[in-house]
């Protein structure tokens, strides 16, 4: 399915959005764009235009995303929205509250074509890619949530549902309206890929200091062809040379996620083989241990988080750096893509 083209008031450039206020002062343009994207606000609650004006854009500029449902933790931090699209795809988006600040997961295709077996999206398959308005709006919606409990976006990953490097042109184009315009800072911003070696080539060359993170979760290319069958594409041995070479390019770190499968990947040969593949990229790679969420189509379920500790500990002994991330969410389906799934079997059952 090929994304819509439909303008939506996210998915426009400042000289395309121009186009819409023919006939009105040229400042309009200037107080349009700080509404849209200092204020967070909607076009029919930015005080400083004619209410006919606001009416008229409100109208014209259609929001990317319907709300279909919204999740919050038993915690109350971490909060997530499925989306509806132009064309009836579903997305999901993650808002992350912490103290001081906020982060959000965005997802970058409707569905994925990777085919991770332990991943709800994976499951799912692909429908296609997201535009740039479309990856824009889910920061501007999950920016205002966070802002009712004053809290600010500080961080966002390119970690929620689809493979980025995959489409890599609106991701980079969002990339830099996050940045330019909602103000936050490059390094702040992480795209993750599941190993696309091209993408990776790819965002070396491309100027803001962006965080590069991989989802490894095996470090032995027989295991990872069974959980990410891309591996048999890009095996290991290249895709850590095309770390190495973001590494020299960018000198930003590289995270591995590790999603730690019971009995699967978190034995300690596991942990001597990621430590050792770490090394070859020290002091400049760190790996993130995540408690895999239970998926409904993928038996196998997360390690303890005693043995998850033991991991870490581990891979410390042998050299690596290593970070056990909180599981957020379990509550709420937090795992990329059972959201979703689990609204598709509720609008599927029959009644009775």
């Not at 005080?47 to 854009?57: E, G, H, M, T, Y």
């Not at 930003?252 to 990947?265: K, L, P, Q, T």
Request: proline residues 6%.
């Amino acid at each position: 399915m090929a994304p819509p083209t439909t303008p939506t008031r996210y998915g426009l450039t400042r000289d395309e959005l121009a186009a819409h206020l023919d006939g009105e002062p040229r400042y309009r343009l200037d107080q349009l764009w700080d509404g849209l994207y200092t204020q967070l606000a909607e076009p029919t609650d930015i005080s400083n235009l004619p209410k006919a004006l606001r009416a008229r854009l409100d109208e014209r500029l259609p929001a990317a995303l319907t709300p279909v449902t919204e999740s919050v933790s038993d915690t109350g931090d971490t909060v997530k929205f499925l989306w509806e699209l132009d064309g009836g795809s579903r997305i999901e988006t993650v808002l992350m509250l912490y103290a001081d600040r906020a982060t959000v997961c965005v997802s970058s295709q409707a569905g994925c074509a990777m085919a991770c077996g332990f991943c709800a999206t994976g499951q799912a398959g692909f429908t296609r890619h997201l535009t740039v308005g479309e990856i824009v709006e889910q920061v501007v919606r999950a920016a205002q949530r966070a802002k009712r409990v004053d809290r600010r976006v500080s961080n966002i990953v390119f970690m929620g549902m689809g493979e980025p490097m995959a489409n890599l042109g609106p991701v980079w184009a969002s990339v830099e309206r996050i940045h330019a315009d909602l103000g936050l800072s490059a390094r702040h911003i992480t795209i993750s890929t599941v190993g696309v070696i091209p993408g990776i080539r790819s965002l070396a060359d491309l100027p803001l200091p962006v965080n590069l993170a991989v989802s490894l979760h095996a470090a032995n290319d027989a295991l990872r062809d069974e959980l990410v069958p891309l591996n048999k594409r890009y095996p290991l041995d290249d895709l850590v040379a095309a770390c190495a070479d973001y590494l020299r390019v960018k000198n930003r770190r590289v995270s591995f996620e590790w999603a730690m499968i019971d009995g699967v990947n978190d034995r300690e040969q596991d942990a001597r083989e990621l430590a050792e593949l770490c090394r070859r990229l020290q002091p400049h790679a760190h790996v993130n241990l995540i408690p895999l969420n239970p998926t409904p189509g993928y038996p196998t379920r997360g390690t303890p988080l005693a043995r998850v500790h033991e991991f870490r500990d581990a891979l410390e002994r042998f050299g690596a750096n290593a970070t056990v991330r909180r599981n957020r969410g379990t509550d709420i389906d937090a795992a990329c893509g059972q959201l979703a799934a689990g609204q598709a079997v509720t609008i599927g059952r029959k009644p009775g």
